[in-house]
C-alpha cells in the first residue's frame, strides 16, 4: 500500500516562502502524475500544481510565477516551493499521486493534509 508522507507547512508572515515536501513509500512507480491540491473550510478541493513523470508542469493561475513544482523519482518525492506567499494562501495542502493506466484504470493516492498559513 503507498503513503504519502508531508511535511513543510507551519505560519510565515505575508512575502515569505515555504517548500512543501511529499515523500512516497511503498510500490510507488514513476508512471504517474504528482502533485498538491489544497482545501479551505467550505470550498472544495482545488489543484494548485502537478508534474508528470515525462516533466509536464500545470499550476493554478493564481500560483503562477511565485510556486514551483518539482520531482526526484530516486527519492520518490515530489515538492512545492512557495514564494511570495498571500493570506489567500492558507489552507490545508494535500500530496496527491495519480495514476491513469490501461489495464488498471484511474485511481489516486492522498497524504493526510498538512497546514499552510499566511498571517500578519
Known amino acids: 500500500q503507498i503513503q504519502l508522507l508531508e511535511s513543510g507547512g507551519g505560519l510565515v508572515q505575508p512575502g515569505e516562502s515555504l517548500t512543501l515536501s511529499c515523500t512516497a513509500s511503498?510500490?510507488?512507480?514513476?508512471?504517474?502524475?504528482m502533485g498538491w491540491y489544497r482545501q479551505t473550510p467550505g470550498a472544495q478541493r482545488e489543484l494548485v500544481a502537478n508534474?508528470?513523470?515525462?516533466?509536464?508542469?500545470n499550476y493554478l493561475d493564481s500560483v503562477k510565477g511565485r510556486f514551483t513544482i518539482s520531482r526526484d523519482d530516486d527519492k520518490k518525492a515530489v515538492f512545492l516551493q512557495m514564494n511570495s506567499l498571500t493570506p489567500e494562501d492558507t489552507a490545508v495542502y494535500y500530496c496527491?499521486?495519480?495514476?491513469?493506466?490501461?489495464?488498471?484504470?484511474?485511481?489516486?493516492?492522498w497524504g493526510s493534509g498538512i497546514q499552510v498559513t499566511v498571517s500578519s
Open positions: 508534474v508528470s513523470y515525462g516533466g509536464r508542469t
Open positions: 496527491n499521486v495519480h495514476y491513469d493506466l490501461p489495464n488498471a484504470g484511474k485511481f489516486d493516492f
Open positions: 511503498g510500490p510507488v512507480f514513476s508512471l504517474n502524475t
